[in-house]
Nanobody, 126 residues
Framework: QVQLVESGGGSAQTGGSLRLSCTAS????????LSWYRQAPGKDREFVSA???????INADFVKGRFTISQDTAKNTVYLQMNSLQLEDTAMYYC????????????????????WGQGTLVVVSS
């Protein structure tokens, strides 16, 4: 069973930067699609950014070039570089996977699952 562990959260001032990391462990034969979600106090969890095992990226509109997702497939780790942080970026940030790709001589096979990390807290203050 894969586990996702986030790190890198903390406090920052408006306009500052933080880099979040999420590492998948426990089943390293698969290359995981990894995504970031966030949940602000009193609000629903919302999608932030995702990167597929083949490198395709999807961003939420509010990212607006401020956040950059990247991955190190060898480490099964995804990063979220967050720049120009705003007060409204304060939230618990969660990592999620819902698909992994297993590459073999016969091609790529996908396994579907849903696993969330425990989250890492980001607090932005003025």
């Amino acid at each position: 069973q894969v586990q996702l562990v986030e790190s890198g959260g903390g406090s920052a001032q408006t306009g500052g930067s933080l880099r979040l990391s999420c590492t998948a462990s426990g089943d390293t034969d698969c290359h995981y699609d990894l995504s970031w979600y966030r949940q602000a106090p009193g609000k629903d969890r919302e999608f932030v950014s995702a990167i597929n095992s083949d490198g395709r990226i999807i961003n939420a509109d509010f990212v607006k070039g401020r956040f950059t997702i990247s991955q190190d497939t060898a480490k099964n780790t995804v990063y979220l570089q967050m720049n120009s942080l705003q007060l409204e970026d304060t939230a618990m940030y969660y990592c999620k996977t819902d698909r992994c790709a297993m590459v073999s001589d016969s091609g790529i096979n996908y396994r579907y699952l849903e696993v969330w990390g425990q989250g890492t807290l980001v607090v932005v203050s003025s």
